[in-house]
């Protein structure tokens, strides 16, 4: 530059900074090639990021698939019984489980049972069940059994599993009345496990319509709620089911009794959701976008069903997912006293009040086998509630 040049620029100018701001139109996807994994996180919903956290419950997850597993088995418990509900086997009552085997005399021949001998004890008046090990009897598959009413509606006989032909298949092994226990404890599931998700459904709505109403306008309402709250919470839950099952009329036809249940249990367990569900109303209604939603003119039923619910329904689902198995375990608790559901409904509370006497579970112990099923739902229930609230929690 000449000395001429430089006399000519302003004293003070600078030279323009070079800088590496593109002018093309701006793209989105550009910015997803250069960091997919920050920028698939931070355009990700709440929802997803719930899921991001719950896959990584690893037994949350394991306990989900058992309860989808179990649920969608409902849907098929005909056919997926080896027996129809009230069939009877009354050459074979109180029959041990048969075993399944694969080999027989050294050769594989697939699925197959021994069939059963039997001669009476005339000392103890029992039956003494011997298999007979040179007879195998193949199972049947996607066979013809015992005719069903699929939901009480259609006529089938199909079965996935059949008992071998002219021979029995006793997995879980049989009642006083000769009833397969296997099939008994596929029908109660249709029963024990719709039971928890009516009732929660009843107790859902208590709790959150009373709750909300109770956090949100406060004064006498909340008094009142409060003080009901306290009430249900001091009587003891047990002779409370007792008193209120012993109300239902015993001409009531099976299906009034299961909603009769439903709704005792749905009424007795909304207190913990209510409360809940009060505390964090009492929060949230003093936060600015709530206090914008009622200079707008918003009804309190728009506010707290479209902006303060919305605000921790994380909590509700994990709330939710706890109390199924408290149904579930009162259902089996008032059955098994025998004042809940009755026979002809099956559910496993009910077949477990069949073996209320010690010296029959001492000489049968298969009887006990419907608590198997009532644990494993109560396990994988909490199990999955604990994965939902950790991946709830906005914290962690």
């Given at each position: 530059m000449s000395v001429a040049e430089g006399a000519a620029r302003p004293i003070g100018a600078r030279q323009p900074i070079?800088?590496?701001?593109?002018?093309?139109?701006?793209?989105?996807?550009?910015?997803?090639?250069?960091?997919?994994?920050?920028?698939?996180?931070?355009?990700?919903?709440?929802?997803?990021?719930?899921?991001?956290?719950?896959r990584r419950h690893r037994l949350a997850v394991v306990s989900a698939a058992i309860l989808i597993v179990m649920y969608a088995a409902i849907l098929i418990s005909e056919p997926l019984a080896p027996y129809d509900l009230h069939s009877r086997n009354i050459d074979f009552i109180y029959a041990p489980p048969q075993r399944v085997h694969f080999i027989h005399d050294g050769e594989f021949i697939g699925p197959f049972v021994y069939p059963f001998d039997y001669e009476l004890n005339m000392e103890n008046l029992?039956?003494?069940?011997?298999?007979?090990?040179?007879?195998?009897?193949?199972?049947?598959?996607?066979?013809?059994?015992?005719?069903y009413r699929f939901w009480g509606w259609i006529e089938a006989s199909f079965h996935f599993v059949c008992p071998p032909e002219d021979g029995t298949l006793f997995f879980f092994g049989t009642d006083r009345l000769g009833r397969d226990m296997l099939s008994r404890i596929i029908y109660g599931a249709r029963i024990s496990l719709t039971i928890g998700l009516l009732g929660v459904s009843v107790s859902f709505l208590l709790g959150v319509i009373i709750g909300?109403?109770?956090?949100?306008?406060?004064?006498?309402?909340?008094?009142?709620?409060?003080?009901?709250?306290?009430?249900?919470?001091?009587?003891?839950?047990?002779?409370?089911?007792?008193?209120?099952s012993a109300i239902l009329p015993v001409t009531w036809s099976p299906i009034l009794v299961y909603f009769g249940i439903t709704i005792i249990l749905g009424l007795l367990d909304w207190t913990g959701l209510a409360r809940a569900v009060r505390s964090k109303l009492l929060a949230l209604r003093e936060e600015d976008f709530c206090v914008a939603a009622q200079l707008m003119g918003a009804s309190p039923r728009r506010i707290i069903a479209r902006h303060l619910l919305p605000?921790?329904?994380?909590?509700?689902?994990?709330?939710?997912?706890?109390?199924?198995?408290?149904?579930?375990?009162?259902?089996?608790?008032?059955?098994?006293?025998?004042?809940?559901?009755?026979?002809?409904?099956?559910?496993?509370?009910?077949?477990?009040?069949?073996?209320?006497?010690?010296?029959?579970?001492?000489?049968?112990?298969?009887?006990?086998?419907?608590?198997?099923?009532?644990?494993?739902?109560?396990?994988?229930?909490?199990?999955?509630?604990?994965?939902?609230r950790d991946a709830a929690d906005p914290y962690k």
């Open positions: 070079p800088h590496q701001v593109s002018t093309e139109p701006f793209d989105p996807a550009s910015i997803e090639r250069l960091t997919p994994g920050q920028e698939r996180y931070y355009l990700a919903s709440q929802w997803r990021m719930m899921w991001w956290r719950f029992q039956r003494t069940y011997t298999p007979d090990t040179n007879r195998p009897q193949p199972l049947r598959f996607f066979c013809s059994g015992d005719t909300g109403l109770a956090g949100y306008h406060g004064g006498w309402v909340d008094n009142v709620s409060q003080r009901l709250i306290e009430v249900l919470r001091s009587l003891p839950h047990v002779p409370l089911w007792l008193a209120l605000s921790f329904a994380s909590h509700l689902i994990a709330s939710v997912t706890l109390s199924v198995p408290t149904m579930i375990l009162g259902e089996t608790a008032l059955s098994f006293l025998g004042l809940g559901l009755r026979a002809p409904i099956t559910s496993w509370g009910v077949l477990l009040n069949e073996a209320q006497n010690i010296n029959v579970v001492a000489l049968y112990p298969w009887l006990m086998l419907p608590v198997a099923p009532v644990i494993l739902v109560v396990l994988a229930f909490n199990f999955m509630g604990d994965g939902l």
